[in-house]
T-cell receptor, first 114, second 113 residues
Framework: AQSVTQPDIHITVSEGASLELRCNYS??????LFWYVQSPGQGLQLLLK??????LVQGIKGFEAEFKRSQSSFNLRKPSVHWSDAAEYFC????????????FGAGTRLAVHP | GAVVSQHPSWVICKSGTSVKIECRSL??????MFWYRQFPKQSLMLMAT?????????EQGVEKDKFLINHASLTLSTLTVTSAHPEDSSFYIC?????????FGPGTRLTVL
């Protein structure tokens, strides 16, 4: 069965520290991969996506993610976290060629200490 | 960027009543919209895919007679929770597809008393 695992429910980092949010997927083939951020009162916003090509993907707000096929992972990173990055982060996968059905991970809530 | 709105942002209703939630794409047309349900501290679960001018496609386990979806125009999809019960209380989120990307609404909090 297709699934997405985000092992960390909560993560707390200090402002200015680096960040890595983990995401592992179980899929029949390499899917399309996404990271979304959800802030209170706002809709999910796409941070970045991987379809093919370079396995290191740059996104908005200074985020990047690296696709590792051998580990079935798509971890999200940011070198220096800002207080405004505090939010819920979701990893998601979709079938290659089909942009319809997104399967989401459980989410990781990020708290940022000043 | 593409903006999707939902109305209302929150609603409280009595058990047995029906509630309609609207999802609008404000600056683009969307032939396909999606409805998700999110339980507290849990992930988003796709309920159904709404296609303009045709019947919605429901995910397994979702009662189509309870969650009525209408996609009457390229900018509007509605979700009606019929005969709502407390277990239907949840956060409902819609998205609209534009190209290869889905744009999400801010969500609607439904509380059924």
């Amino acid at each position: 069965a297709q699934s997405v695992t985000q092992p960390d429910i909560h993560i707390t980092v200090s402002e200015g520290a680096s960040l890595e949010l983990r995401c592992n997927y179980s899929y029949g083939a390499t899917p399309y991969l996404f990271w979304y951020v959800q802030s209170p009162g706002q809709g999910l916003q796409l941070l970045l996506k991987y379809f093919s090509g370079d396995t290191l993907v740059q996104g908005i707000k200074g985020f990047e993610a690296e696709f590792k096929r051998s580990q079935s992972s798509f971890n999200l990173r940011k070198p220096s976290v800002h207080w405004s990055d505090a939010a819920e982060y979701f990893c998601a996968v979709a079938r290659v060629g089909g942009y319809n059905k997104l399967i989401f991970g459980a989410g990781t809530r990020l708290a940022v200490h000043p | 960027g593409a903006v999707v709105s939902q109305h209302p942002s929150w609603v409280i209703c009595k058990s047995g009543t029906s509630v309609k939630i609207e999802c609008r794409s404000l600056d683009f047309q969307a032939t396909t919209m999606f409805w998700y349900r999110q339980f507290p501290k849990q992930s988003l679960m796709l309920m159904a895919t709404s296609n303009e001018g045709s019947k919605a496609t429901y995910e397994q386990g979702v009662e189509k007679d309870k969650f009525l979806i209408n996609h009457a125009s390229l900018t509007l999809s509605t979700l009606t929770v019929t005969s709502a019960h407390p277990e239907d209380s949840s956060f409902y989120i819609c998205s609209a597809r534009s190209g290869s990307e889905q744009f999400f609404g801010p969500g609607t909090r439904l509380t059924v008393l």
